[in-house]
């Protein structure tokens, strides 16, 4: 039997997926329900597998930042990485962590711990306040998107 067929294979797959960068818990809910796994077994799968990279994200953002600025290739790129991060983070400039909760709860592109994470580290929101407030966004956005994923399942 090969490894991605066993349910820890497929619990595997669905915590790796959840932690890609865009993809996240979004596209980890589908196909850990879409390989037969129990949806809230899932879901906590993604959500662990999502928060996982959170702090890593948040202690070495800056560091890893300003260390690229100053090159050629990657400046460029930096720059346009924290004005997208500030244009994101205007909501949770303004509500601080009920923004944050917000912006990683809604399970849209462009939103997700990733970028709660990203916007969080340039704000200067301190990881034992981001962090509860990322896994409650997680949470919400699992639920919403076990809930669709469970509806479009039932549909076709």
Not at 30 to 41: D, N, S, Y
Not at 54 to 68: A, D, G, H, K, Q
Request: a positive charge.
């Amino acid at each position: 039997m090969p490894f991605l067929e066993t349910t820890f294979g497929k619990l595997l797959m669905t915590f790796g997926t959840a932690m890609v960068p865009v993809i996240e818990l979004r596209g980890a809910i589908p196909v850990g329900i879409a390989a037969g796994l129990p949806p809230a077994v899932v879901c906590v799968t993604a959500i662990l597998g999502n928060l996982l990279p959170v702090p890593f994200i948040m202690l070495l953002t800056r560091r890893v930042f300003n260390w690229l600025r100053d090159t050629r290739f990657f400046g460029p790129k930096i720059v346009w990485l924290e004005r997208r991060a500030h244009l994101k983070g205007r909501i949770v400039r303004k509500y601080r962590l009920a923004g944050l909760v917000v912006l990683v709860g809604i399970p849209l592109p462009g939103t997700g711990a990733w970028t709660g994470a990203l916007v969080a580290s340039l704000l200067d929101i301190r990881l034992r306040n981001a962090l509860p407030a990322i896994l409650l966004g997680l949470v919400i956005a699992g639920g919403i998107t076990t809930a669709v994923t469970l509806g479009l399942v039932r549909l076709f």
